[in-house]
């Protein structure tokens, strides 16, 4: 009487673990099955009994999840002759059946929206995409413990306020504590209601693009910078404005006249990204003058000032701004994980209004989960003690990086000490021999696992002397030691002997 | 020698529970007092053991504090005189002064992009902006334990793929769950490189409609459907298309000659919003039809589908889709908690890469801090037994609505039963003595903090007869008593009695 298995049915995947009941499970990969054709119209299901032999069920549950093929319509009892797939699916019956069951599907092509081509003609080097290649912490050195448990004690019986519809601009107690923290750290006085909370910088960014920049208007970035940014200028049909960068950062006094036209500029005042220079006083100034006499605005991105080894820190340009025309942003992701996506925006009073209504349009909120979360992390002291360690340790990597690269790579690289940040630029040196360039150094590190960004990258109109960005935050001193002796392998460099 | 304390001196509030050291609240806040002009150049601070009184804590606090303040240049001490705020403090010397420390600023005014005033102009009602005010699940039933656990589990000691840099297409292990969802309990087959994770609905219909639509494309909308649909058209300079809906769902095939130059279709075919239709089988081929005729695409929001008390759900239309025009998009958000943010959609295997090229430029990826924990809770069997229980819950919660109406508001509304979803709409009756409108009760509802919306602030081209839609999904059977009988109260209807 017993007949071979229909050879599908080998197929069979049971998860005893699951929580999801074997005999749903059984109902739902047979349907699956019947569905994509592997169990053909007419075909006749082994006995019950024969399956649970082969999954090691009992008779029972298989019985079960035929019932619920047979209720659904997908298998039909023949009287006295067994279980049979039904001619028609009720799929099929309503026109409806999955597209893999269909062999003569003929897929359509890719037609893209004009912004959409436009953005991915830029083809930004895929190793870029994520800015925090380079600018990314030391994930390990985290304290997942502590943050877990805050999420716990957050949400294991969440408070009403947790639960209800939310404000655009985010969780209120997180935005006063970032205000307290703004004014005790950074020297920003601000009002809570002024700050909102977003899904990073660069999503941010997008908003604020989208609230200032009419189709066709000029916005100024800075050159070098990160190559994404033109990208956000293009999604909202904007032209960037190069200007460039010097020691004393943008040079806007200089170019005033041809920025004339511009109605936004985006500017890192306090760690340019990614040449390192503090904006100077003069260079505040005449921005800030731009500003005021265009009826222009500025987009502070202060994403690593918290990194400041030597020295006091530069308050924001925010605070300096007399005509409110300052949007100061920053982010949660490099000082605690870069993947929980959370920054904020403080914005002049006077677009809180538009900017809640625009958000609200756009997409509502940021997801509240991590709000309260960070909110505690920050008060309960965890951020401060995180912030103060991080700060040694990514300080000690530097001196390391400068030390060993002097050591191993004297004649490849000279990375420039800077007081601050998570990142350093190796300028190349002419004496190098083989005369590498910084694409193909980046290129040969790469290929060794190793992050090396050529600074070609990021320049857009005015071309730099050849150098290499290294992220050295999140490597150990070991880890910075390997891969100094690894670039020097990769590009015979001879090194000095150890003193 | 005791002199009166500066009068902002008693607005020093410190907190003692905080981890952030006394001496650095006291730091901060006397910088701000500075910053601000509360303790003006030139004034002499009270001794350190009067503000140690004042504060009650230790005179060594308050001198590590008063040190802070010299040493960045805040306070001097005068030779056996005392400590006084300098006359230019650090902000001033680089004219950096705080905003909140200027009388004489002038704030700019207001200038908003053209896409930004258009969308402010929309004039969305705010009760609307969360389409969560009709469409909000009872939160209060949610397992947080069991969601925060999870947290905890997944986070305390991360797996490594939890740290790198990320797909911005989401994490695998849950897309592989969620195609294995979807093949279960809807019959859709799909790959999960096909899944994309979005930070919810509205946000993944951006991205789709700059995948999509250049400016100047035409986009069809169900008529009536969400106010905000129309704000994501005119974000991406399209032009909104509406077509009206009858019992069947969209009537696509009555007007597929003014939709052939439309590129993309917006529809929810399983449980049409907000009037709850179920897109018909001859509809769904005209739709699909339109589709492959005209070179267009179709965005099927599957928002609610879950949530089907009686008959078999049909299969998502993407399953009938032979030539993948269909994209797929689902939330979490209905039933988890909304405030997670989290939804999903299944492309085209065609559009895969140019979707994940753009989602990284646009915004990178969606925090990857609760995938893991979202792909825990349905692989463990929480999703699908919290499912069943809200199933059944919702499904009771609507036979009280329209047994109560029926009994409180005979007269007054009659609330059409659906087969599923988590709100429902309220004709208003004819026979009404004082003849109120829809939007009228709304307003009389919504002072009452009972959240109606009228159908009309859906309809954007075809006016419908006076209803109002009911979210009661989030209310207890005895919330929903008080709420009808509230209702009954409010436009003085007179009900019937109890049998």
Not at 200 to 212: A, D, M, Y
Not at 261 to 270: E, H, K, N, W
Request: neutral net charge.
């Amino acid at each position: 009487m017993s007949r071979p298995l229909p050879p599908s049915l080998v197929n069979l995947e049971l998860k005893p673990d699951s929580r999801v009941p074997i005999y749903q499970q059984l109902f739902g990969q047979l349907r699956g099955m019947i569905l994509n054709g592997e169990l053909a119209s007419g075909t006749r299901l082994p006995a019950t009994r024969e399956i649970a032999k082969l999954i090691q069920c009992s008779r029972s549950t298989v019985l079960l999840a035929f019932e619920m093929l047979m209720n659904e319509g997908y298998v039909e009892a023949r009287q006295g002759s067994g279980t049979y797939v039904v001619d028609t699916v009720p799929e099929d019956a309503i026109g409806c059946r999955s597209t893999s069951a269909a062999p003569d599907k003929m897929p359509a092509g890719v037609r893209l929206s004009t912004t959409a081509s436009a953005l991915l003609d830029l083809d930004i080097p895929k190793s870029l995409l994520p800015h925090s290649r380079v600018i990314f912490p030391d994930v390990r050195e985290f304290p997942f413990g502590t943050w877990s448990a805050l999420f716990r004690s957050a949400w294991k019986q969440p408070e009403a306020d947790l639960l209800g519809p939310h404000d655009p601009m985010g969780y209120l107690p997180l935005r006063r504590v970032i205000a307290d923290y703004l004014r005790d750290i950074r020297g920003l006085i601000c009002d809570p209601e002024q700050i909102a909370i977003t899904s990073g910088t660069s999503h941010g960014l997008n908003l604020l693009f989208q609230l200032l920049l009419s189709p066709g208007d000029q916005v100024v970035l800075e050159d070098p910078s990160a190559p994404w940014m033109v990208a956000k200028a293009i999604a909202c049909g904007a032209q960037p404005l190069f200007i460039p960068v010097d020691g004393e950062g943008i040079c806007l006094d200089a170019n005033s006249e041809a920025a004339s036209g511009a109605r936004l500029a985006v500017v890192t005042p306090s760690h340019q990204f990614p040449l390192g220079y503090v904006l100077s006083q003069r260079r505040r100034t005449a921005l800030l003058n731009w500003a005021q006499r265009n009826d222009a605005w500025i987009i502070e991105d202060d994403f690593d000032s918290e990194f400041r080894f030597a020295g006091r820190p530069l308050p924001p340009l925010y605070t300096a701004d007399q005509s409110c025309r300052v949007f100061y942003m920053a982010t949660f992701s490099k000082i605690l994980i870069p993947n929980i996506r959370l920054g904020y925006i403080v914005l002049p009073p006077q677009f809180v209004e538009s900017y809640s209504r625009l958000r609200a349009i756009v997409d509502r909120y940021t997801s509240l989960q991590l709000q309260p979360v960070v909110a505690s992390f920050i008060e309960d002291g965890h951020y401060a003690s995180h912030l103060r360690r991080m700060r040694a340790l990514y300080e000690g990597r530097q001196n390391t990086l400068l030390a060993l690269a002097e050591r191993y790579l004297p004649e490849l690289l000279r990375f420039e000490p800077q007081d601050g940040g998570m990142h350093s630029v190796g300028w190349l040196l002419d004496s190098l021999p083989h005369n590498i360039s910084a694409a193909r150094l980046a290129d040969l590190a790469n290929k060794a696992g190793i992050p090396l960004s050529p600074l070609s990258t990021y320049c857009h109109r005015f071309p730099r002397p050849e150098a290499v960005l290294f992220g050295y935050a999140r490597y150990s001193q070991g880890e910075i030691s390997y891969i100094m002796q690894k670039l020097a392998d990769l590009t015979g460099c001879k090194g000095r002997e150890a003193g």
